[in-house]
């Protein structure tokens, strides 16, 4: 079992800017990856970005493209989001999640990664973008 912990969420003005973390208890076989989502109220959790444990491979949403960047720490075993000229559509519940990438899920790849595939979830934290 992989704990999952977020911090960073908050309330900003449009246009601002949010840093999110995610550290994991321990880390999970390698290879594997994390990845940020979010949930906003009626609508389906979605992916925003994900990445592999060496950094290698990125994968972002359409929506997170040129404003938000991911990256990790495998030695604080930590996951980071930064969120720049934040929207008022960016506003949800942002989850981090683990991927144990074997087997099929290696061949597949990051980039065909979705909810589902994703082993281990963190509790969320809230991000509001006011207008």
């Known amino acids: 079992q992989v704990l999952l912990v977020e911090s960073g969420g908050g309330v900003v003005q449009a246009g601002g800017s949010l840093s999110l973390s995610c550290v994991a208890s321990?880390?999970?076989?390698?290879?594997?990856?994390m990845g940020w989502f979010r949930q906003a109220p009626g609508k389906e959790r979605e992916l925003v970005a994900s990445?592999?444990?060496?950094?290698?491979?990125?994968n972002y949403a359409e929506s997170a493209k040129g404003r938000f960047t991911i990256s990790r720490d495998n030695d604080k075993n930590s996951v980071d989001l930064q969120m720049n000229n934040l929207k008022p559509e960016d506003t949800a519940v942002y989850y981090c999640?683990?991927?144990?990438?074997?087997?099929?899920?290696?061949?597949?790849?990051?980039?065909?990664?979705?909810?589902?595939?994703?082993?281990?979830w963190g509790q969320g934290t809230q991000v509001t973008v006011s207008s």
């Open positions: 990445i592999t444990w060496s950094g290698g491979t990125t």
């Open positions: 321990r880390r999970t076989f390698i290879p594997y990856a």
């Open positions: 999640a683990n991927v144990k990438l074997t087997g099929e899920k290696l061949r597949r790849g990051l980039t065909s990664m979705t909810v589902n595939d994703f082993d281990y």
